[in-house]
């Protein structure tokens, strides 16, 4: 069974950082595009940033861009999102996503709800 777990989430005042990981387990999945998305209170599901299996294929939202960076580890199926200069608009659940298919190119629109994803962790940003 292939499973994603998000840690690193937690709560911190405007202009602070955190640094999310994703863990997985059950499938290699080094070959795999993965990615965090988030979902606010009353809001849907968002793309944040998205990296392919050798990283030289890199996304981001225009909301995080030059705040956020996403990194894979070594050997491949750990990815992290570097958080700074967080502003309360970042509050969300931030969820770990793997694309289903190797070799993706890593856009947004490749993952979906048959793709695997974590359960998410809570990033709180308060003013």
């Known amino acids: 069974q292939v499973q994603l777990v998000e840690s690193g989430g937690g709560s911190v005042q405007t202009g602070g950082s955190l640094r999310l990981s994703c863990a997985t387990s059950?499938?290699?999945?080094?070959?795999?595009?993965m990615g965090w998305f988030r979902q606010a209170p009353g809001k849907e599901r968002e793309f944040v940033a998205t990296?392919?299996?050798?990283?030289?294929?890199?996304y981001y939202a225009d909301s995080v861009k030059g705040r956020f960076t996403i990194s894979r580890g070594s050997p491949g199926d750990t990815v992290y999102l570097q958080m700074n200069s967080l502003i309360p608009e970042d509050t969300a659940v931030y969820y770990c996503?793997?694309?289903?298919?190797?070799?993706?190119?890593?856009?947004?629109?490749?993952?979906?709800?048959?793709?695997?994803w974590g359960q998410g962790t809570q990033v709180t940003v308060s003013s």
């Open positions: 996503t793997a694309d289903r298919l190797i070799y993706g190119s890593a856009s947004p629109r490749d993952f979906g709800r048959n793709d695997y």
């Open positions: 990296i392919n299996d050798s990283s030289d294929k890199i």
């Open positions: 059950g499938l290699d999945l080094s070959k795999n595009a």
